[in-house]
C-alpha cells in the first residue's frame, strides 16, 4: 500500500472511529431518556395526580400518554434518534460508492437538519421565558417563531435529498440549481441557528445582570438558574461547533470536521443534563413543600390539643362526680 493509501486510510479511521462512539453514545441518551421517563417521570407524576385526585383506569392511561409524548421529550428523542442515524451514516460515508454514496448523503443531510431543528425547539421551549421578560417586545413574535424557524431548518434537506435520488435514475444531470439551492438553504439554516443562540444567550446573560444590579441572585429562582447554566453551556457548544467547522471550511483539515460533528452531540447529553436537573428540582421543592404543610399541620394539631385540655372542668379529688362553680343563686354562690 502506497503512503498516499496509507495517510488517506488513516484520516478514515480517525473519523469512523470516534462517529461510530458518538452514534453508540446517542442511541444510548434515547435509552436513558425511555429508562427516565417509565421509572421517574411517569410514577411521580402519576403519585401527584393520585394524591390530588382519584382518577380512573383510562384517565391514569391518559396521563401516562401525556407525560411520554411532551413537546420537550419529543424534540429531546428526536434529537437523540436524529444524531444516532447522523453519525451512523457519516460514519459509513466510505463505505459506498455510486448510488448508494448518494443516497448516504442524502440521508445525513436529513439527520442533521432535524438534529438542528430539534435543539432549537428544546431550547426555545425552555428559555423562551426569559426572553419574553427581558424582551418584552418579542413576545408577540416569540409564538409563531417557535413553529416556523425549525420548519426553515428542515427545508436544508430538500435539496441534497432530490439531488441524491435523481442522480440515480437521471442521466447528464443539471446539478447546479440544486446545488445551488443547498447552499444557500445551508446558509439559512445556520443564520438562523446562529441568531436564535445569540438572542437567548443575550436574554440569559441580561437576565442575570439584572438580578445582580437588583441585589438578587440566580439562586433565587431555581428553574431559572438551571434554565440559565444549561442554557448558556449548550449555546456556547453550538457557536463553538460552527466556528470549528468554519475552521475546517478554511484550513480543509479533517480533524476540524469531526470534531464539529462531535460538538452536535455534546449539545444533546447538556440539554438531557438540564432535563434531568430540572425535575430533580421541581421533585425536591415539592417534597420541601410538604414538609413544610405538614410541619403547620401538626403544630395546629398540637395548638388545638392544648386548648382541649385547657378547656376540661376540673374535678374534686376524691370524688367521682364533676365539680364546678355555677353563676350566684339568691345571693350565694353555688357549687354543684
Known amino acids: 500500500m502506497s503512503d498516499a493509501a496509507l495517510d488517506e486510510h ?4 480517525s473519523s469512523i472511529i470516534p462517529l461510530s462512539l458518538a452514534c453508540g453514545a446517542s442511541f444510548l441518551s434515547f435509552i436513558y431518556l425511555v429508562w427516565f421517563i417509565v421509572f421517574h417521570e411517569i410514577p411521580k407524576r402519576l403519585d401527584s395526580d393520585a394524591l390530588e385526585s382519584q382518577t380512573s383506569q383510562q384517565q391514569n392511561t391518559k396521563s401516562m400518554i401525556a407525560i411520554i409524548f411532551t413537546p420537550l421529550n419529543n424534540a429531546l428523542a428526536v434529537m437523540a434518534l436524529s444524531l444516532t442515524g447522523y453519525y451512523s451514516t457519516s460514519a459509513m460515508k466510505k463505505a459506498f460508492d455510486g448510488p448508494g454514496y448518494c443516497a448516504n448523503r442524502a440521508f445525513i443531510s436529513i439527520f442533521l437538519a432535524f438534529s438542528e431543528a430539534s435543539y432549537v425547539y428544546y431550547s426555545w421551549k425552555r428559555g423562551i421565558f426569559v426572553v419574553k421578560r427581558v424582551f418584552p417586545w418579542l413576545a408577540q413574535y416569540i409564538g ?19 439531488l441524491g435520488f435523481m442522480r440515480i435514475w437521471v442521466r447528464d444531470l443539471n446539478e447546479a440549481p440544486l446545488l445551488n439551492a443547498n447552499l444557500y438553504l445551508t446558509g439559512l439554516a445556520g443564520a438562523i441557528v446562529i441568531a436564535f443562540d445569540l438572542v437567548l444567550l443575550t436574554a440569559f446573560i441580561k437576565y442575570v445582570r439584572q438580578a445582580s444590579l437588583e441585589g438578587a441572585t440566580i439562586e433565587a429562582d431555581g428553574k431559572l438558574a438551571i434554565v440559565s447554566r444549561y442554557g448558556i453551556g449548550s449555546i456556547v457548544l453550538s457557536l463553538l461547533m460552527l466556528c470549528v467547522y468554519g475552521a475546517y471550511t478554511v484550513t480543509k483539515v479533517l480533524a476540524f470536521y469531526t470534531l464539529s460533528q462531535l460538538l452536535v452531540g455534546s449539545m444533546l447529553f447538556w440539554l438531557m443534563r438540564m432535563k434531568v436537573r430540572l425535575f430533580q428540582f421541581e421533585f425536591e421543592e415539592k417534597q420541601q413543600l410538604e414538609s413544610r404543610i ?6 395546629g ?18 370524688s367521682p362526680k364533676t365539680s364546678y362553680i355555677t353563676p350566684i343563686r339568691n345571693g350565694r354562690l353555688s357549687i354543684q
Open 144 to 162: 409563531s417563531s417557535i413553529i416556523y424557524i425549525p420548519i426553515l431548518i428542515l427545508l436544508q434537506a430538500i435539496p441534497t435529498l432530490v
Open 294 to 299: 405538614s410541619a403547620k399541620l401538626g403544630g
Open 301 to 318: 394539631k398540637i395548638s388545638m390539643e392544648r386548648k382541649s385540655v385547657d378547656s376540661r372542668p376540673s374535678t374534686v379529688a376524691g
Open 10 to 13: 488513516a484520516k478514515t479511521l
